[in-house]
């Protein structure tokens, strides 16, 4: 899967763009939000990945025209969305907080939301009940926001988004605080939409972008680190070595053994008794290391794998970036430690 880099941009297919950045960079004053991101995505379903903090919604801050970039640039629809009301018509936008106004109800909202955006009143209420009624809020409309529960106020952000009928959908963290039905409910919903549409979701969670069958760019620290589909993510996530930590009385004589079966990536010893084990095999790897022990009657303290939670395959994947400088290859195998070449 290519990594992108500043000299290989990624590009979703080979449809004019509706999103493209180049070299863009966003600085907060001395903070950078976006690092030189260069990106292009086709029509259909996107998904941005990235943990809390990795420039997500900064980045959906350039494409929303919320943000100007300070460096490079940013185009929706060929044109550079930040001030260009023809643009911002043609894109909605679920972002991440909770609704604030909580005395309005779902209609008055919806219907507010698009008087600002031109509509005259009688077209406004129209649109503001279908969209409602299309994200299974037609009981609740006119009920205040304050009275519904955290997933109906979801639906009623997703029907603000949508209520104009824009080209791009863009949602920031769109299932953060639902229970799994509201959860299904509304991936449901963005699915259906989006099968005539654009569509980009940000989120920390895999299993989210999953859900909506969506190609994925991964980010962190404000740079794109990552990208393909579900399939290739994932390939690439286990293509790099996950971690064992050992503690035993006798660990040099684990390290041989383990060395021997030809599943050992990196190694390295922590004091007397302990050991870490880089491997792209930890289960065949932990289960080797056991018998070993068992056989040999060499007390194991313990065994633990090493952090398979996303925040580690996001570090895993940043330090791959940064040692192939984003050239778009795979990184070589490491070569097999031996025996001979421990300390």
Not at 265 to 292: K, V
Request: charged fraction near 20%.
């Amino acid at each position: 899967m290519p990594l992108p880099g500043p000299d290989r941009p990624y590009h979703s297919d080979r449809s004019a763009p509706v999103i493209s950045l180049v070299h863009a960079t966003k600085l907060y004053g001395t903070v950078i939000g976006v690092n030189d991101l260069t990106v292009e995505l086709g029509p259909g379903v996107h998904g941005l990945l990235g943990p809390n903090g990795a420039g997500k919604t900064t980045l959906l801050g350039l494409v929303t025209g919320q943000l100007r970039p300070t460096m490079g640039t940013v185009e929706i629809f060929g044109e550079r969305p930040f001030g260009n009301r023809r643009v911002l018509a043609r894109i909605g936008y679920c972002p991440a907080g909770d609704l604030l106004e909580r005395r309005a109800t779902p209609r008055q909202w919806v219907t507010y939301l698009l008087r600002l955006g031109g509509r005259d009143a009688a077209g406004a209420r129209r649109a503001a009940a279908a969209a409602l009624e299309r994200v299974g809020l037609a009981e609740a409309i006119d009920r205040p926001l304050a009275t519904l529960s955290k997933g109906m106020r979801q639906r009623a952000k997703l029907a603000g988004s949508i209520a104009h009928d824009p080209d791009l959908l863009v949602l920031d963290e769109p299932f953060i605080g639902l229970d799994p039905v509201a959860r299904h409910d509304l991936v449901t919903m963005v699915r259906g939409w989006a099968a005539s549409r654009s569509l980009l979701v940000a989120s920390h969670l895999l299993h989210e972008i999953e859900s909506l069958d969506a190609g994925l760019a991964v980010i962190l620290g404000g740079r794109l680190v990552a990208s393909g589909d579900v399939e290739e993510i994932h390939a690439l996530v286990d293509s790099l070595p996950a971690e064992i930590r050992l503690e035993a009385d006798e660990p040099r004589r684990l390290a041989a053994a383990a060395c021997g079966g030809g599943l050992v990536d990196s190694l390295r010893f922590e004091g007397p008794t302990g050991i870490r084990i880089g491997t792209r095999q930890p289960r065949a790897l932990a289960r080797q290391l056991a018998a070993t022990a068992a056989a040999e009657q060499i007390p194991l303290r313990s065994l633990h794998a090493g952090d398979r939670s996303l925040e580690a395959v996001f570090d895993r994947l940043v330090q791959l970036h940064r040692g192939i400088g984003g050239a778009g290859v795979r990184p070589a195998a490491p070569a097999e430690p031996t025996p001979e070449a421990l300390p």
